[in-house]
């Protein structure tokens, strides 16, 4: 009974993405795809230890970001969205890549692999904001909505110091990029801060 309360926001959101692509039945299908394998993926996992939020509530949380609020109806950038940890999460081989591939479509994965090469852990704001500005507008947007997704979450966090970190990290490495990609996303990520206490 809890776990199926658990996943009913998981349900709800998925119904939500898929609404906004309901006049593509292409569009559907490739989407379903994508949240099955993202729902095998981060099965039994959950987002920041929280055991109440399955993972693949953040995923689609991202995705929603995307279609629903920046107004992005592009199919592969969706499917990224919806896959963009799964690389983080497990074990991945050169096989499992080519069958994502297969699967997915080339430009969604080029799209998922366009947003994991950027760790912040390894480099200073200034180097990070300039790798990342020489990539697409949408690898962008994945970044920034992934960024808008977490903060959000950490509302209610009881964790002080991740939130300032987050904090912190937003303020020098994903305002800036904003800045220079939507103002949209200034908005959101500004407010998202704000929010934060």
């Known amino acids: 009974m809890m776990k199926s309360r658990m996943y009913d ?3 709800l959101n998925f119904m939500k993405l898929l609404k906004l692509f309901e006049d593509s039945i292409e569009d559907v299908v490739a989407i379903t795809r ?3 394998i993202a729902y095998v993926i981060h099965s039994g996992k959950f987002y920041d230890n929280i055991r109440s939020e399955p ?9 929603l970001i995307l279609a629903n609020e920046l107004k992005v109806k592009d199919k592969d950038v969706i499917i990224a ?3 963009h940890d799964a690389f983080e999460k497990t074990y991945t081989n050169p096989f499992q890549e080519d069958l994502l591939k297969k699967t997915i479509g080339e430009k969604a994965l080029n799209l998922i692999l366009s947003t994991i090469k950027f760790n912040i852990k390894d480099m200073e704001s200034n180097e990070y904001c300039k790798l990342v500005l020489k990539s697409s507008k949408i690898v962008r947007y994945l970044l920034l909505a992934n960024r808008l997704d977490s903060i959000r979450v950490l509302k209610s966090s009881v964790h002080k110091d991740k939130i300032q970190r987050f904090k912190k990290e937003t303020q020098e ?4 990029i904003a800045n220079l990609t939507d103002d949209n996303l ?4 500004s407010v998202a801060m704000y929010e934060l206490k």
Request: proline share 4%; aromatic share 20%; net charge positive.
């Open 173 to 176: 490495y994903f305002l800036p």
């Open 55 to 63: 993972y693949i509530n953040h995923t689609l949380r991202v995705a």
């Open 81 to 83: 969205a919806i896959l």
């Open 186 to 189: 200034v908005f959101k990520l």
């Open 9 to 11: 926001s998981t349900k």
């Open 34 to 36: 994508a949240f099955s």
